[in-house]
């Protein structure tokens, strides 16, 4: 495993002689969306719980406003509980803050810092935690990230804390309701060959690897992401990823699934 994700990392890192967009799927980079500008996302998870054929169904729905060229803010939705039980049980806050750029032709450097709150009613069922989604609690991190031509490398860092979710669903106190998080996410696009133009679609691949340490406990995972994305126009856009768990000795209620994700941007909205 090990030397396949060295192969794949390092065929990402070949170098080449055009720009390249820094869009990933199961993080984010430090860059942010057009300045005065709205965007909507849908973000779809298909998760297998262990030792189940079954699929859980997620949907999170976003609203993003870039404020300026350094802020941006998202709006998000969490509804969840299977097919027979489907409903909303959470909202959360995004919001990142870029405060360093080094821009170079066809390459640059930049840094942000990210804060999210998050509120949730489901119950509280798993080790691993997940404020983006299935715990009330928050999130505060740094992300560095390198666009090198047609290459992206991005690296994020960030503390996160859990809280009781809404409606009596106490956070169990056998569980560590701390943990430090920790990404590497490197990105490739194939096509077009020849960029002549902001309307051609455009074909990205990705890899992401995502850990988490419990800091009570010592507990651990690492998951590895794969993901394919299409950008249409420069405005609109698609995700398809997998997400597979590589190593855990912790509790987790869905580790592996898919996400199908829509995205789309208006421009100069505000």
Same mark, same amino acid.
């Given at each position: 495993?090990k030397q +396949?994700?060295t192969a794949?990392?390092?065929?990402?890192?070949? %170098?080449?002689?055009?720009?390249?967009?820094?869009?990933?799927?199961?993080?984010? %980079?430090?860059?942010?969306? %057009?300045?005065?500008?709205?965007?909507?996302?849908?973000?779809?998870?298909?998760?297998?719980?262990?030792? !189940?054929?079954?699929?859980?169904?997620?949907?999170?729905? #976003?609203?993003?406003?870039?404020?300026?060229?350094?802020?941006?803010?998202?709006?998000?939705?969490?509804?969840?509980?299977?097919?027979?039980?489907?409903?909303?049980?959470? &909202?959360?806050?995004?919001?990142?803050?870029?405060?360093? !750029?080094?821009?170079?032709?066809?390459?640059?450097?930049?840094?942000?810092?990210?804060?999210?709150?998050?509120?949730?009613? !489901?119950?509280?069922?798993? #080790?691993?935690?997940?404020?983006?989604?299935?715990? +009330?609690?928050? @999130?505060?991190?740094?992300?560095?990230?390198?666009?090198?031509?047609?290459?992206?490398?991005?690296s994020t860092?960030?503390? #996160?804390?859990?809280?009781?979710?809404?409606?009596?669903?106490?956070?169990?106190?056998?569980?560590?309701?701390?943990?430090?998080?920790?990404?590497? !996410?490197?990105?490739?696009?194939?096509?077009?060959?020849?960029? +002549?133009?902001?309307? @051609?679609?455009?074909?990205?691949?990705?890899?992401?690897?995502?850990? @988490? +340490?419990? &800091?009570?406990?010592?507990?651990?995972? &690492?998951?590895?992401?794969?993901?394919? @994305?299409?950008?249409?126009?420069?405005?609109?856009?698609?995700?398809?990823?997998?997400?597979?768990?590589?190593?855990?000795?912790?509790?987790?209620?869905?580790?592996?699934?898919?996400?199908?994700?829509?995205?789309?941007?208006?421009?100069?909205?505000?």
């Amino acid at each position: 495993m090990k030397q +396949t994700i060295t192969a794949i990392v390092l065929l990402l890192m070949l %170098p080449v002689a055009i720009y390249a967009q820094e869009l990933f799927v199961f993080t984010e %980079p430090a860059s942010n969306m %057009p300045a005065k500008s709205i965007g909507v996302r849908l973000n779809n998870w298909f998760m297998q719980p262990p030792g !189940s054929n079954n699929l859980n169904y997620q949907f999170v729905p #976003e609203v993003m406003w870039g404020v300026n060229k350094r802020l941006m803010l998202h709006v998000e939705g969490f509804l969840g509980g299977g097919s027979e039980n489907f409903k909303p049980e959470g &909202l959360g806050l995004y919001a990142k803050y870029r405060f360093y !750029s080094n821009d170079q032709v066809y390459h640059h450097f930049r840094m942000a810092a990210f804060v999210r709150g998050t509120t949730n009613s !489901s119950p509280v069922n798993q #080790e691993e935690l997940q404020t983006f989604g299935y715990n +009330t609690g928050g @999130q505060l991190g740094l992300i560095g990230t390198q666009l090198m031509h047609k290459t992206a490398l991005s690296s994020t860092v960030y503390y #996160e804390q859990a809280f009781n979710n809404l409606q009596g669903h106490e956070f169990p106190a056998t569980f560590s309701d701390k943990a430090m998080n920790y990404t590497f !996410s490197a990105g490739r696009l194939l096509l077009p060959k020849k960029y +002549t133009g902001f309307k @051609q679609t455009n074909l990205n691949f990705m890899v992401e690897c995502l850990g @988490q +340490t419990l &800091l009570k406990n010592g507990k651990s995972f &690492l998951d590895l992401a794969p993901a394919i @994305q299409f950008i249409f126009n420069s405005q609109a856009r698609l995700d398809i990823g997998y997400k597979k768990e590589v190593y855990s000795n912790m509790q987790r209620y869905a580790p592996n699934g898919f996400t199908v994700r829509l995205e789309y941007l208006f421009f100069n909205a505000l």
